[in-house]
């Protein structure tokens, strides 16, 4: 893992650099532009859910307990040089470590530091996963803080570069990915629905992901929604859940891909895609959509009847949403 790690950070001032240009924080002038592989930024369009040799790791417990797909957390090791026994946690949304003298690590300081999981067998070794890079990147939401953002690494000799991102993308660069974290809630990806007070469990959400997108729009369980300190609710994130995922009908089908372009405002007026507008899309709410008027994919068969959105404001959901010309 050392000569990855070694060979991976050669190429960390490349990764740096596109990666504030793809969370939008690069000068547009800037020649790395042409280092982009998409037209749309990772964080709108979307990856895989972050996993580990096929196995996800999309929710981790603190406590070592396996997740739906048998994979447990089982260690952690500090970055080198520093003394004492750091155990992972988390601090509403960032990763921290901790150790019994009290001292806690985040941010910069958690650069190099290794995560240990372990897949299901009595044979199976624990496998390091590297936090390669930190990066603080700017939220969706007016008058949002900056989101933590983590470039995590694995082991794997069969790809280019001996290791590979936890975020399973369509880049061939490692380092073009990174993850941001939500603690004390998961989310049921079959169902799109939000599963809330889940103390012990962390739940690890790469760029582009409907969870990751949840968290930059200042809809995470941690955030500051309201000016005062509050969260959004349960029902105000499962209505972005279901917005998008494009879960029309409610039931947790999709009817959506990576990549297909969306214009959205949210009642608040606190999240607003930048104009001209496309043709409405639908209203939404915690149940799936409350009315449709065009599908982001033209040729969706919808498996539901909803009204149109003639009767409908903004004001009967959480969620407005466009189809760009």
């Not at 009204?307 to 404001?313: K, L, S, V």
Request: with cysteine.
């Amino acid at each position: 893992m050392t000569r990855g790690i070694t060979r991976l950070r050669r190429h960390r001032r490349h990764w740096t650099a596109l990666a504030a240009l793809l969370s939008g924080c690069a000068d547009p002038e800037s020649e790395d532009i042409e280092m982009r592989p998409y037209h749309c930024p990772i964080w709108q369009c979307g990856f895989n859910s972050a996993q580990v040799n096929g196995r996800s790791i999309r929710e981790l417990n603190l406590d070592g307990q396996p997740n739906d797909d048998g994979v447990r957390l089982v260690g952690f090791v500090a970055p080198a040089g520093l003394p004492g026994k750091y155990r992972l946690d988390f601090d509403g949304d960032e990763l921290i470590a901790r150790n019994a003298a009290g001292s806690v690590l985040r941010g910069d300081q958690l650069i190099g530091a290794t995560i240990l999981v372990k897949k299901p067998g009595l044979l199976s070794l624990p496998l390091p996963i590297t936090i390669l890079d930190y990066q603080e990147i700017d939220g969706w939401a007016a008058g949002a803080g900056k989101v933590p953002a983590y470039a995590m690494l694995y082991l794997d000799l069969d790809s280019l570069f001996g290791v590979r991102n936890v975020c399973a993308g369509d880049l061939l660069d490692v380092f073009a990915t990174a993850a941001t974290v939500i603690g004390g809630e998961t989310y049921d990806l079959d169902a799109k629905t939000v599963e809330p007070g889940r103390d012990r469990w962390l739940t690890i959400a790469c760029a582009g992901s409907a969870a990751a997108k949840m968290r930059l729009m200042n809809y995470g369980p941690h955030g500051d929604f309201d000016g005062e300190g509050h969260p959004a609710t349960v029902e105000q994130r499962q209505a972005t859940l279901k917005m998008i995922t494009a879960d029309y009908c409610g039931g947790g089908d999709s009817y959506t891909r990576n990549q297909v372009a969306l214009q959205w405002k949210n009642s608040g007026g606190t999240v607003v895609s930048p104009g001209p507008w496309g043709r409405p899309e639908a209203i939404w709410g915690p149940d799936g959509a409350l009315c449709l008027d065009a599908t982001r994919l033209a040729d969706a068969d919808v498996a539901c009847a909803l009204p149109a959105c003639d009767d409908f404001t903004l004001d009967d959901g959480e969620w407005a949403t466009f189809v760009p010309d």
